[in-house]
């Protein structure tokens, strides 16, 4: 599962860095906010440790221009700073949680896993690619406005990809985010669910495919999410890409 850690402090951002690298995590460890959001246009994370005193952009400033992008990725902010409106500051900024300095690594460690059980905050309702809505209000995915049956864990997994389109999630991001843990789950089940979720994509004309990376993981293919229909005069649906032929 990937982390991103923004701490400019080096003493502090190695101290983190490798102590979520010893609880099992890939982190990424930038100093600057302007690092952090070309981090996250270019890669997935789990979530985020973000101090608030950054040079030039603040944390603050940061967790706004994150959730801007409408990315529901929850972060932690780590400060120095106590008081009330500084907390209310920054959970107002988009920010999950918030942790003072100096803190006890084990605080900060267990505060990630809470994050990461539970659903963002900034989660949108509603979540469209190609053809495909997936509204997490009403549990619903829905393709061209008819819904698909799904299972809660083949929604829980089809929302994971369908925030993160054209992204390589790895099998242990998919057991972290979709089944919670890691430890007694084979990997196989996520390729059983994948199977699972590319059959009822293609009954239902969705013009999506979930792709293998091998040796890295699944990645939702959406860079040519278009409708794979399209109406004829008559009413009927014809394929894209084919014309129907005039009749005398």
Known sequence: MKLLVVEDDPDMGGLVERGLAAEGYDVTLV???VDALIALRSDAFSAAAIDVMLPGMSGFELCRHIREASN???ILLLTARDAIE???HGLDSGADDYLT???AFAELAARVRALLRREPTGMRPQVSV????????EHQALVAGHEMPLSRR???LLRLFATNPDKTLSRSDILESVWGTTENIGTNVIDQYVSYLRKKLDAA???LNI???RGRGYRLDARNAVDTKRATPGGDAVPSGHDTAATP
């Open 130 to 137: 190609g053809r495909l809505t997936i509204d997490s209000h």
């Open 205 to 207: 004309g969705a013009g």
């Open 31 to 33: 100093t600057n906010g």
């Open 211 to 213: 792709v293998t990376e």
């Open 154 to 156: 083949e929604f829980t």
């Open 86 to 88: 500084d907390r209310v």
């Open 101 to 103: 300095k100096p803190f």
């Open 72 to 74: 529901p990725m929850p």
